[in-house]
């Protein structure tokens, strides 16, 4: 579903991403972690064309998103994005939040797209707000509404950008739920990750990927990589975050 090719990044002369080499296939769920500033967030936002690989080959659906041809409009119609701070329209309410795409990009009618909208927003316990502007929501509730509405473009890829960061800590294990439960229902779903939240990543996701200064350093089954991490700098990042 997802392969990097010796992918590097640069940012002027700050390589952010060093031959990155990865196949993530079709329904597994991935983590990354990893500290602050070592990759995770690049990596992600590559897949979906938010930022440009400097050289390499990224394949999203056998698709070489790194080719200049490439219409990414169309790539990113099959990749749902959760980013860290929400990004709904605060003049558009919760309903509309997730009818508008659904409606302009996929041509869905709007009694066909308002039926969709609410079942979604019934599965992450947000359908009783459904006429709600986001001004009138707490954060958790509308990072559910962000999955939601990326949920309703049907993506065969999920990427989730640190999605409870921003989040008031009594929040946080209702959104991670709601994610928890896409792996189990849509096990089709290919999705990617990032997340400070070990315990999560350990009990919710099939690989754990820990990279550090630009660079993939494991990349292993999460019990496996949680029990007996091999490289030092994974060792003590574990020790620093977790009481293991």
């Known amino acids: ?7 590097n990044k640069y940012y002027g002369d700050f390589q952010a991403l060093k031959n990155i080499n990865l196949e993530i296939g079709k329904g597994e769920v991935v983590t990354l972690i990893g500290p602050s500033g070592s990759g995770k967030s690049t990596l992600t936002r590559c897949i979906n064309g938010l930022e440009a690989i400097s050289d390499g080959a990224l394949f999203v659906n056998d698709i070489n998103i790194a080719d200049p041809k490439v219409d990414m409009r169309q790539v990113r119609q099959n990749i749902g994005m959760v980013f860290q701070h929400f990004e709904l329209y605060p003049h558009k309410t919760v309903l509309e939040n997730i009818t508008l795409a659904p409606m302009k990009v996929l041509g869905m009618n709007e009694a066909e797209a308002i039926e969709d909208a609410e079942r979604r927003l019934n599965n992450v316990s947000m359908l009783e707000h459904k006429d709600k502007y986001p ?7 509308k990072q559910r509404v962000a999955i939601a509405r990326a949920l309703a ?4 890829v999920m990427l989730f950008d640190e999605p409870t960061s921003a989040l008031d800590p009594e929040t946080i294990g209702d ?19 990032v997340t400070h939240e070990m315990g999560f990543a350990r009990e919710a996701s099939d690989r754990t990927i820990f990279m550090a200064k630009g660079e993939i350093i494991e990349d292993r089954p999460s019990e496996e990589f949680f029990l007996n991490p091999q490289d030092p700098r ?6 620093q975050v977790i009481d293991r």
């Open 175 to 193: 959104v991670l739920a709601v994610i928890e439960r896409l792996g189990t229902n849509q096990p089709d779903l290919t999705m990617v990750i």
């Open 135 to 141: 001004s009138q929501i707490s954060g958790g509730q």
């Open 1 to 7: 579903m997802i392969k990097f090719q010796n992918v």
């Open 153 to 156: 473009m049907r993506p065969s």
């Open 234 to 239: 994974a060792i003590q990042f574990l020790d």
